[in-house]
C-alpha cells in the first residue's frame, strides 16, 4: 500500500503487454472492438478476395472462359489478372463486413451459411448488372450471360465458402480467448 499524507491508497497491479493487448481488442463485456474487427474485417476480406480470385484463374483455362473474354473483349490481363482480385476485394469486403455488422439480423446462426447467403445475394445483384451489359454484347447476348453466370457462380461459392470458414475460425478463437483457454 502506498501512503500519501497520511491516506492510504491501494497499488494497481501492472498490467503485462499481453493483458493490454486484450484489452484494447475485447471490452468488458467480452465484445470485440473497433481494433479487433478492423483486423478480422482485413483477414476474411483477403481470404475471400484470394479464393474469388483463384477460382477465376482455375476457370479461366476453360475455352468457354476464352469464348466468354472474346465476347466481351476482354483482355486475359484484364479478365484475369486485373479486375477479377479488385472485384474479389470489393466483393469480399462488403460481404464480410456485412457478416461481422449483422451477424446477429441475419437468418442462419452459422458463419459458413451466412456468408453464403450474402455471397449469393452479391450474386444476384452481379446477374442483374451483367444482364444488362450483356444486351449490348454483339451476337448472342442469352449465351454470353449463361457463360457468364456458369462461371461465375463457383467464384461466388468459393468466396462465401472461404469467408465464412474464416469468420467461423476467428470466432471459435475469440470464445477461446473469452474462456480463458478452455472450450468447454
Not at 146 to 162: E, K, M, Q, S
Amino acid at each position: 500500500m502506498n501512503t500519501t499524507e497520511g491516506a492510504t491508497a491501494p497499488n494497481r497491479p501492472s498490467r503485462s503487454s499481453s493483458t493490454a493487448a486484450k484489452l484494447r481488442d475485447t471490452d468488458t463485456s467480452g465484445e470485440v472492438t473497433s481494433h479487433g474487427i478492423f483486423a478480422q474485417l482485413c483477414a476474411l476480406t483477403l481470404g475471400g478476395a484470394l479464393a474469388f480470385w483463384a477460382a477465376t484463374v482455375a476457370f479461366s483455362l476453360l475455352p468457354i472462359a476464352a469464348e466468354f473474354r472474346h465476347a466481351f473483349s476482354i483482355s486475359y490481363g484484364e479478365g484475369v489478372l486485373v479486375g477479377p482480385p479488385l472485384g474479389g476485394i470489393a466483393i469480399a469486403f462488403v460481404i464480410s463486413w456485412f457478416l461481422l455488422r449483422f451477424s446477429s439480423k441475419v437468418p442462419a446462426r452459422d458463419p459458413l451459411l451466412m456468408s453464403l447467403l450474402l455471397s449469393c445475394v452479391a450474386l444476384g445483384a452481379a446477374i442483374v448488372m451483367l444482364r444488362l451489359a450483356a444486351m449490348g454484347a454483339g451476337g448472342d447476348p442469352m449465351r454470353a450471360f449463361l457463360i457468364w453466370a456458369t462461371l461465375n457462380v463457383p467464384r461466388f461459392i468459393a468466396l462465401g465458402v472461404a469467408v465464412g470458414c474464416l469468420h467461423r475460425k476467428l470466432r471459435g478463437s475469440e470464445v477461446v480467448k473469452r474462456r480463458g483457454g478452455s472450450t468447454s
